[in-house]
């Protein structure tokens, strides 16, 4: 009985399905090489998309193309990189993805020193600048992406999702016609001494209208906030999750080669407490992509959104999103933000 209602459920409701990815390389002391945590797992995703003709949203870390711009004449490893992204980027843009405004500002405080970045995070969130730093930060990150792409630059999702206080964005924002933000997740909140955010009063909609606080509904708001999708875990998913990555290493090990920037008391959490989590399809994240369609299914909602990052899938995600797509691509519109927002 439950199957046929479920089933029933899925005809009724034809909802939209967007995979999002922040395309970036890791921004710890070992941030990684480009080509493992952006060019080879992004091109296993071009063969999904290619193979089951469906298309994705990259949220692009712009400050990187913008430093690989500004050294590359030095180095010629930087030349390869830039033009292997820039290229790829392009790529997706020309055959139908969704190439959106991504914005990790600590490169304004990075360089190459010859051998590998020497990454700054003290200013890691876009509200550690001031309102006039932020106005320029925004235009020259966006104008990377209309040179490359040639298309409207209208989403944004923030680096480590600090979107707040997003009053200090909002003149930027308005100036260069960012309308729609991916950010918030129910119930999110994070805190730290480079970056943090708190979404635990955000509204438990799918889609809403903002215009000051991007947590408080505004029906007459300038801006739309797509909120990435949400599920609880329990400890007993992270325990299995850091087990079989010890296990086998092979399926379940990311594919970037780099480490991700310290997170002090994160890992804690998760393994000690029920945690509200985006729907994600990095690493064993993937293996909940199903439960988390149900319940969105079960709640008669119009949008999934998910997210994930290149340098983070692994074998084991990889398969599992295939399998996802596979069982979902005629059921359900795996569709870009262009596509249902720029009509």
Known sequence: ???????????????????????EIYFGENHGSVDKCIIYPASELIRISEEHNVKFVFFVDCGFVLKLDEY???YLELEKDYVAITNQIKYLSDTGHDIQLHI???????????????????????????EAEIENIVTRYKSVLTGI?????????????????????????LKNEI???????????????????????????????FNNDVIVENKDGYFTELPISSIKNSPLFFWKLFLLGRKNPYLHKPLGDGKAMPAPGY?????????NNPVSVDGYNASLLGKALNKIVKKRLNHMVVIG???????????????????NKNKFNITTFSKEFLK
Request: charged share 30%; proline share 3%; with cysteine.
């Open 149 to 173: 792409t040639n298309k409207k630059i209208f989403a944004y999702r923030a680096g480590g999702w600090c979107i707040q206080p997003f009053h200090k964005l909002k003149n930027a924002f």
């Open 309 to 327: 990052h290149p340098k983070a899938l692994s074998r084991f995600s990889i398969q599992k999103m295939e399998e996802f797509v596979i069982e």
């Open 104 to 130: 990790h500002p600590h490169w304004e405080d990075s360089f190459y020193d010859g051998k590998k970045w020497i990454i700054n995070t003290k200013r890691y969130k876009l509200t550690d600048f001031s």
């Open 267 to 275: 890992r804690k959490k998760l393994l000690t407490r029920v945690t």
């Open 179 to 209: 309308s729609l933000d991916s950010s918030v997740f129910r119930n999110g909140k994070f805190e730290s001494n480079e970056y943090d955010y708190d979404f635990t009063n955000a509204p438990d909609k799918e889609i809403y209208k």
């Open 72 to 74: 590359r004449k030095k």
């Open 1 to 23: 009985m439950k199957k046929e209602l479920l089933c029933t459920l899925l005809m009724e409701n034809k909802m939209n399905i967007y995979f999002t990815f922040d395309y």
